[in-house]
């Protein structure tokens, strides 16, 4: 069994795990990051790419609210090259609550979130979409964050500065002497190998799943589990992020998202945090709710569906899981007993590095580090790994570098033979079970209006000739990469996306018999929620 | 305005045969449509290949499946076809297919196992000639070459060679196509074939690399009107047997059908109107009124009979919002399942296939759609292929031959009461 040696561990590369391989990178002390997974498959993942100005929050969780006003603040001058900042409107329609809209001005003032208020021809002005019913609405500071280059950026300087990382490794049990976790015993998923981690001190912040880590340890956290959907559309809707002006509901959020709006999200009490879908029910519901601020969303076409797990740390019971803190949870464990275990968990993916800068500090507080923080002015460098996943490079690298014989694949995204291989390369050894997913977690390839129908299998193809995969391998990773796919598929398709999907299964099943064959790659039996980083078209 | 026998609403397999057996009666037919599904086939006809579908049973006698399934399925449209009829209906098809340069071949009464471009095999009926030595082939696990183009996605040889592990005499190459470069086309490479010194390069650059191959399997790029020659001429200069094998679309099969009606159906009188998906209908007394296309090119036709053959989703003949599936021409009443959340099973490759497959029209025995009161919609207004309801071609495999049986029954049935 091979065992690493490692002074910090962490566990769980979303945001925050992330945003903690580099902040101690930063600091100088290496970090060793570890993800069942692949990076933002979980809540990082799944979520609006919201960068929030802190207006939601200002009348149910004011420290949330100063929260998110910094920290977008230090998002927008560190890291542009991740956000769009677009800004955002709050609105309200005929019927929304008066009380509230008067209200809210004030409430941001006490927040010193930045609001202004807007006649209402002009904000029809701003955002033509928006319903006829205005009653109020106001400007802020809100914005677009692109989750999955974040967080790839944060771990690309981490990696130039010393840190390491393993995808596909989960954490399987810990060996705990004397109140010290000295052994992580590890899976690589790819291999089935046993790999055994030892390591100085060992950050949890695996999100959604930090009560289960900690439980490796034998601590306990209290967590509730709620469910958000989303639903992509085909086009953007609006120029800014639209905010419903009220009490934090269902359906109340419009995010732009390169070439295509992000809606949601509702909010379900699930009992785990795997196996998220999203239904036909919650996108109606989506639909039904929203349609009342912007009525164009009763009529549009939308490209696919998506469900994230919001990891909130139990304060004892709750009706609305809305009204649980989004605030984040940093746990010493040494109240456990366990001296060298911290778990940070909860938040907001704006808050992220906030969240990684106090787990940071403490980690170091134990280890004896003086160094201090450097990420809330330390610029976060643009690297090469996100680079596919933003909307619009594929095209723009295709037509400025193409070699006569680099194939598109992905005719709706147009990701080219060339970028593929270039995923291909980089996800190297851990390509996980499927390295025909690592490629769609890693660019656009099946995020179009085919939703994979002909990429996948051109891309299939492409591994075959590449000796990447054999024998049957490459059909069931076809299957199980379909299967995803159809996850997030399946409750919008009526009108343009009902033909598509026609179409996808006549030539799969119609023509190339794929019911038949190998079963899909994957159980599924891994988390599950469609990691989405900037899902969109 | 002329006032035609037959209005065929439909331009895919359904639409097509209907015409055609319409024409070969005598009958005056106007046909419109959009590109549907045909431009997507691999060209294969399929009859009835899997029964029951949640067992994944296949057949090789498709007339045994259709019997079964008539037994077990009494709502499936083909209990309303006999097989003397379904036979004669591929017959008179293929017939015209290959007066048209479009040569088919099967085996009587037995399904065909065919290479797919996935490396996968499907049972079907009849196939283009030009993939007949890949069928051939695969029996008899030949010592095979296939080759593919740099430059042609949508087909990997060597996908098809991992996949069929159980073929090791299976090799492949990847050769350049002669006289093109960069990203490459079925259609154009199917045209630049007509040249006989385009084959003499391909065959020059394939030779060298003939070894111990009897057969040359390539994707389907032999011509468009004339591939039994270019497959002859290639098998000449090669010395080999060689087949086709389609390819993902936009492929070349789904072109050389379009082609073949194209040429095929005016001249037996049938005045088509492409690519006009027939937007509005009205039915007075005795006859029906179409418009086809929109705007300025809007056309009016005047019919007594109609073959509704527009197919499902993706053809245009039915169509859902988020509340229910609806028929796109006359709102015909469409047999679905009470909830959008019933339509999709949760996984995609559910053997049993998804529910909304089954939503379509229903019919009386002469395949004439039922109104709300459970009555024929019209007495001349019948309906065939995959608009039907109680049927899922994709996982019975029964595609081409259901649109074909169907159109005859409906044009026999409407035929006598004209």
Redesign the interface.
């Given at each position: 069994m091979t065992t690493l040696h490692t002074r910090v561990l962490i566990i769980g590369a979303g945001a925050t795990g992330a945003g903690l391989l580099r902040d101690l990178a930063l600091r100088g002390v290496p970090a060793l990051l570890i993800e069942q997974r692949d990076v933002n498959s979980g809540a990082s993942g799944g979520n609006h790419g919201l960068l929030h100005s802190g207006a939601r929050y200002v009348a149910s969780d004011r420290e949330a609210a100063v929260e998110c006003r910094e920290e977008g603040d230090i998002l927008r001058r560190l890291a542009p090259q991740c956000i769009e900042d677009s800004g955002g409107l709050f609105v309200a329609v005929r019927g929304d609550d008066e009380r509230y809209v008067a209200d809210f001005p004030s409430l941001c003032a006490a927040s010193s979130v930045p609001c202004r208020g807007l006649d209402l021809g002009t904000a029809r002005a701003m955002e033509p979409a928006l319903s006829p019913d205005l009653v109020a609405a106001f400007a802020v500071q809100d914005g677009a964050v692109d989750p999955f280059m974040l967080s790839l950026d944060n771990i690309a300087q981490a990696l130039s500065l010393g840190g390491s990382m393993r995808r596909n490794l989960a954490a399987r049990s810990m060996e705990v002497e004397n109140g010290r976790i000295v052994r992580v015993l590890c899976r690589d998923i790819t291999t089935g190998e046993d790999v055994r981690i030892e390591a100085d001190l060992v950050l949890n912040a695996a999100g959604a799943w930090a009560a289960r880590v900690a439980s490796l340890a034998g601590a306990r956290i209290g967590m509730l589990f709620s469910m958000g959907s989303l639903l992509i559309t085909q086009d953007r809707i609006a120029t800014r992020v639209i905010n419903r002006l009220r009490k934090p509901s269902d359906a109340d959020i419009l995010v732009p998202g390169g070439t295509v709006s992000i809606l949601g999200t509702t909010s379900i009490r699930v009992a785990s945090p795997d196996g998220c879908r999203p239904s036909v029910a919650e996108a109606d519901r989506i639909i039904d709710d929203a349609r009342a601020m912007l009525p164009i969303l009763d009529r549009t076409r939308y490209i696919r569906a998506y469900a994230g797990v919001r990891p909130l740390v139990s304060l004892g019971p709750a009706g609305d899981d809305r009204a649980v803190s989004r605030g984040f949870a940093l746990v010493d464990h040494a109240a456990d007993g366990l001296e060298n275990f911290i778990t940070i968990t909860g938040g907001k993916l704006t808050t992220y590095r906030l969240m990684a800068e106090k787990a940071a500090d403490l980690a170091c507080a134990k280890l004896g580090v003086a160094a201090p923080c450097r990420t809330r002015t330390e610029p976060l460098p643009a690297s090469t790994l996100g680079q596919w996943t933003e909307p619009g490079k594929g095209p723009r690298a295709w037509v400025d570098s193409r070699t006569e014989d680099d194939l598109v694949l992905c005719e709706c995204e147009m990701v080219s033979r060339g970028v593929i291989d270039s995923i291909i390369d980089e996800a190297g050894a851990m390509r996980g079970r499927s390295m025909l997913k690592a490629i769609g977690m890693r660019s656009r390839v099946g995020k179009g209006p085919c939703q994979g129908g002909f990429c996948g299998q051109r891309v299939t193809g492409h591994l075959y000739d590449r000796g990447m995969i054999a024998g049957m391998q490459g059909l069931a990773e076809l299957k199980t990469f379909t299967e995803r796919r159809w996850r997030g598929f399946s409750p919008i398709l009526w009108g343009v996306p009902l033909m598509q999907a026609d179409l996808q299964e006549a030539l799969y099943c119609g023509s190339m018999d794929l019911e038949f064959g190998p079963p899909p790659s994957t159980r599924d039996d891994e988390g599950a929620c469609a990691p989405v980083a900037k899902e969109p078209a | 305005m002329k006032t035609y026998d037959v209005m065929v609403i439909g331009s895919g397999f359904a639409g097509m045969a209907a015409s055609l057996f319409a024409a070969k009666r005598g009958l005056s037919v106007v046909q419109a449509g959009g590109t549907g599904?045909i431009d997507?086939?691999?060209g294969?006809i399929d009859l009835m290949a899997v029964h029951p579908v949640a067992e994944?049973r296949v057949w090789e006698d498709p007339f045994a499946a259709l019997a079964a399934l008539r037994k077990d399925l009494p709502l499936h449209p083909y209990a309303h076809v006999a097989d003397d009829e379904i036979g004669a209906a591929l017959e008179e098809f293929t017939a015209f297919l290959g007066n048209n340069g479009l040569c088919y071949t099967g085996r009587p009464g037995r399904n065909t196992l065919a290479l797919?471009?996935?490396?996968?095999?499907?049972p079907t009926y009849l196939l283009p000639c030009s993939a007949w030595g890949g069928v051939e082939a695969l029996e008899a696990k030949a010592p095979t070459l296939l080759v593919d183009f740099?430059?042609l996605?949508?087909?990997?040889a060597?996908?098809i060679a991992?996949?069929r592990?159980d073929w090791p005499g299976l090799r492949t190459a990847?050769v350049r196509f002669p006289g093109m470069?960069?990203?490459l086309y079925p259609e154009h490479m199917a045209w630049s074939m007509a040249d006989q010194a385009r084959r003499t390069e391909l065959a020059e650059a394939v030779r060298p690399l003939l070894g111990n191959a009897r057969f040359v399997g390539f994707p389907a790029i032999f011509g468009m009107t004339d591939t039994m020659a270019v497959v002859g001429h290639m098998e000449e200069l090669l010395g080999r047997r060689v087949f086709e094998i389609?390819t993902?679309?936009p492929s070349i099969a789904g072109p050389r059908l379009r082609a073949a009606f194209d040429r095929g159906l005016p001249a037996l009188g049938v005045r088509t109107y492409t690519q006009k998906l027939v937007s509005a209908a009205e039915v007075s007394g005795e006859m029906f009124h179409f418009t086809a296309g929109s705007g300025s090119t809007a056309v009016r036709i005047a019919a007594r009979g109609a073959v509704l053959a527009g197919g499902?989703?993706?053809g245009?003949g039915l169509?859902?919002?988020?509340h229910a599936v609806r028929e796109a021409v006359f709102d015909l009443p469409v047999r679905q399942p009470e909830?959008?959340?019933d339509?999709?099973r949760?996984?995609?490759?559910?053997?049993r296939?998804?529910e909304i497959?089954q939503a379509g029209l229903e019919t009386d025995a002469a395949l004439r759609p039922l109104g709300a009161d459970g009555q024929p919609f019209h007495p001349r207004l019948h309906a065939a292929g995959a608009i039907l309801a109680h049927q899922d071609?994709?996982?019975m495999?029964c595609?081409a031959g259901l649109a074909i049986a169907t159109a005859c029954k409906a044009v026999r049935e409407l035929s006598q009461n004209l």
């Amino acid at each position: 069994m091979t065992t690493l040696h490692t002074r910090v561990l962490i566990i769980g590369a979303g945001a925050t795990g992330a945003g903690l391989l580099r902040d101690l990178a930063l600091r100088g002390v290496p970090a060793l990051l570890i993800e069942q997974r692949d990076v933002n498959s979980g809540a990082s993942g799944g979520n609006h790419g919201l960068l929030h100005s802190g207006a939601r929050y200002v009348a149910s969780d004011r420290e949330a609210a100063v929260e998110c006003r910094e920290e977008g603040d230090i998002l927008r001058r560190l890291a542009p090259q991740c956000i769009e900042d677009s800004g955002g409107l709050f609105v309200a329609v005929r019927g929304d609550d008066e009380r509230y809209v008067a209200d809210f001005p004030s409430l941001c003032a006490a927040s010193s979130v930045p609001c202004r208020g807007l006649d209402l021809g002009t904000a029809r002005a701003m955002e033509p979409a928006l319903s006829p019913d205005l009653v109020a609405a106001f400007a802020v500071q809100d914005g677009a964050v692109d989750p999955f280059m974040l967080s790839l950026d944060n771990i690309a300087q981490a990696l130039s500065l010393g840190g390491s990382m393993r995808r596909n490794l989960a954490a399987r049990s810990m060996e705990v002497e004397n109140g010290r976790i000295v052994r992580v015993l590890c899976r690589d998923i790819t291999t089935g190998e046993d790999v055994r981690i030892e390591a100085d001190l060992v950050l949890n912040a695996a999100g959604a799943w930090a009560a289960r880590v900690a439980s490796l340890a034998g601590a306990r956290i209290g967590m509730l589990f709620s469910m958000g959907s989303l639903l992509i559309t085909q086009d953007r809707i609006a120029t800014r992020v639209i905010n419903r002006l009220r009490k934090p509901s269902d359906a109340d959020i419009l995010v732009p998202g390169g070439t295509v709006s992000i809606l949601g999200t509702t909010s379900i009490r699930v009992a785990s945090p795997d196996g998220c879908r999203p239904s036909v029910a919650e996108a109606d519901r989506i639909i039904d709710d929203a349609r009342a601020m912007l009525p164009i969303l009763d009529r549009t076409r939308y490209i696919r569906a998506y469900a994230g797990v919001r990891p909130l740390v139990s304060l004892g019971p709750a009706g609305d899981d809305r009204a649980v803190s989004r605030g984040f949870a940093l746990v010493d464990h040494a109240a456990d007993g366990l001296e060298n275990f911290i778990t940070i968990t909860g938040g907001k993916l704006t808050t992220y590095r906030l969240m990684a800068e106090k787990a940071a500090d403490l980690a170091c507080a134990k280890l004896g580090v003086a160094a201090p923080c450097r990420t809330r002015t330390e610029p976060l460098p643009a690297s090469t790994l996100g680079q596919w996943t933003e909307p619009g490079k594929g095209p723009r690298a295709w037509v400025d570098s193409r070699t006569e014989d680099d194939l598109v694949l992905c005719e709706c995204e147009m990701v080219s033979r060339g970028v593929i291989d270039s995923i291909i390369d980089e996800a190297g050894a851990m390509r996980g079970r499927s390295m025909l997913k690592a490629i769609g977690m890693r660019s656009r390839v099946g995020k179009g209006p085919c939703q994979g129908g002909f990429c996948g299998q051109r891309v299939t193809g492409h591994l075959y000739d590449r000796g990447m995969i054999a024998g049957m391998q490459g059909l069931a990773e076809l299957k199980t990469f379909t299967e995803r796919r159809w996850r997030g598929f399946s409750p919008i398709l009526w009108g343009v996306p009902l033909m598509q999907a026609d179409l996808q299964e006549a030539l799969y099943c119609g023509s190339m018999d794929l019911e038949f064959g190998p079963p899909p790659s994957t159980r599924d039996d891994e988390g599950a929620c469609a990691p989405v980083a900037k899902e969109p078209a | 305005m002329k006032t035609y026998d037959v209005m065929v609403i439909g331009s895919g397999f359904a639409g097509m045969a209907a015409s055609l057996f319409a024409a070969k009666r005598g009958l005056s037919v106007v046909q419109a449509g959009g590109t549907g599904g045909i431009d997507f086939s691999t060209g294969f006809i399929d009859l009835m290949a899997v029964h029951p579908v949640a067992e994944q049973r296949v057949w090789e006698d498709p007339f045994a499946a259709l019997a079964a399934l008539r037994k077990d399925l009494p709502l499936h449209p083909y209990a309303h076809v006999a097989d003397d009829e379904i036979g004669a209906a591929l017959e008179e098809f293929t017939a015209f297919l290959g007066n048209n340069g479009l040569c088919y071949t099967g085996r009587p009464g037995r399904n065909t196992l065919a290479l797919t471009s996935a490396g996968t095999v499907k049972p079907t009926y009849l196939l283009p000639c030009s993939a007949w030595g890949g069928v051939e082939a695969l029996e008899a696990k030949a010592p095979t070459l296939l080759v593919d183009f740099h430059g042609l996605k949508g087909i990997s040889a060597r996908q098809i060679a991992e996949v069929r592990a159980d073929w090791p005499g299976l090799r492949t190459a990847r050769v350049r196509f002669p006289g093109m470069g960069g990203e490459l086309y079925p259609e154009h490479m199917a045209w630049s074939m007509a040249d006989q010194a385009r084959r003499t390069e391909l065959a020059e650059a394939v030779r060298p690399l003939l070894g111990n191959a009897r057969f040359v399997g390539f994707p389907a790029i032999f011509g468009m009107t004339d591939t039994m020659a270019v497959v002859g001429h290639m098998e000449e200069l090669l010395g080999r047997r060689v087949f086709e094998i389609p390819t993902l679309p936009p492929s070349i099969a789904g072109p050389r059908l379009r082609a073949a009606f194209d040429r095929g159906l005016p001249a037996l009188g049938v005045r088509t109107y492409t690519q006009k998906l027939v937007s509005a209908a009205e039915v007075s007394g005795e006859m029906f009124h179409f418009t086809a296309g929109s705007g300025s090119t809007a056309v009016r036709i005047a019919a007594r009979g109609a073959v509704l053959a527009g197919g499902r989703f993706f053809g245009k003949g039915l169509k859902a919002d988020r509340h229910a599936v609806r028929e796109a021409v006359f709102d015909l009443p469409v047999r679905q399942p009470e909830k959008r959340e019933d339509w999709h099973r949760a996984e995609f490759f559910d053997p049993r296939g998804h529910e909304i497959n089954q939503a379509g029209l229903e019919t009386d025995a002469a395949l004439r759609p039922l109104g709300a009161d459970g009555q024929p919609f019209h007495p001349r207004l019948h309906a065939a292929g995959a608009i039907l309801a109680h049927q899922d071609w994709m996982r019975m495999k029964c595609g081409a031959g259901l649109a074909i049986a169907t159109a005859c029954k409906a044009v026999r049935e409407l035929s006598q009461n004209l």
